[in-house]
T-cell receptor, first 113, second 111 residues
Framework: AQSVTQPDIHITVSEGASLELRCNYS??????LFWYVQSPGQGLQLLLK??????LVQGIKGFEAEFKRSQSSFNLRKPSVHWSDAAEYFC???????????FGIGTKLQVIP | GEEVAQTPKHLVRGEGQKAKLYCAPI?????VFWYQQVLKNEFKFLIS????????ETGMPKERFSAKCLPNSPCSLEIQATKLEDSAVYFC?????????FGPGTRLTVT
């Protein structure tokens, strides 16, 4: 069965610092890959997705992610974090379009002044 | 609409009562998904629909849970005889091109 690992449960960064959130997946093939963000009491907002092609994908809010097949990873990055980025970030995978999504356990991002 | 709509936002039920949740997918999306978020972070897939047909129900509890997506009506998720362990946030998502867009969720509290 597919699985998603987010090894960092909680990360604290200073405002303006760079950010990298890690995600590894276990799958038989290259799945569809996603990053979602959830603010307290809110739903999930799609930050970016990877289906195929260019392995560096750009998303909303200045986020990007890089797919590395050899490492089964899809890490999320942002060059300069803003206080409003504090939230829970979920890496997710699916076998294909229209298939159920499997989520990691999330990484809680805290941003300090 | 441009967003997935879910109602109600909050639902409180006594143990043993019925709970019914609604979801209106994004217009033009033909796939609808239901997920249960428990313990704040753990997402569990319940069921998905392609239009009004069940597409994948591998996550659906066999007892007490049922779901429908009928033409020209919001999709619904119904829990008969709720239990304390059903307390969770239930998210609906819709898809039209591969990625899923999520609604704001319905928080169900079973007392």
């Amino acid at each position: 069965a597919q699985s998603v690992t987010q090894p960092d449960i909680h990360i604290t960064v200073s405002e303006g610092a760079s950010l990298e959130l890690r995600c590894n997946y276990s799958y038989g093939a290259t799945p569809y890959l996603f990053w979602y963000v959830q603010s307290p009491g809110q739903g999930l907002q799609l930050l970016l997705k990877y289906f195929s092609g260019d392995t560096l994908v750009q998303g909303i809010k200045g986020f990007e992610a890089e797919f590395k097949r050899s490492q089964s990873s899809f890490n999320l990055r942002k060059p300069s974090v803003h206080w409003s980025d504090a939230a829970e970030y979920f890496c997710a995978v699916a076998l294909g379009g229209y298939q159920k999504v499997t989520f990691g356990i999330g990484t809680k991002l805290q941003v300090i002044p | 609409g441009e967003e997935v709509a879910q109602t109600p936002k909050h639902l409180v039920r006594g143990e043993g009562q019925k709970a019914k949740l609604y979801c209106a997918p994004i217009k033009g999306h033909s796939y609808v998904f239901w997920y249960q978020q428990v313990l704040k972070n753990e997402f569990k897939f319940l069921i998905s629909f392609q239009n009004e047909n069940v597409f994948d129900e591998t996550g659906m509890p066999k007892e007490r849970f049922s779901a429908k997506c009928l033409p020209n009506s919001p999709c619904s998720l119904e829990i008969q005889a709720t239990k304390l362990e059903d307390s969770a946030v239930y998210f609906c998502a819709s898809s039209g091109g591969g990625e899923q867009y999520f609604g704001p969720g319905t928080r169900l509290t079973v007392t």
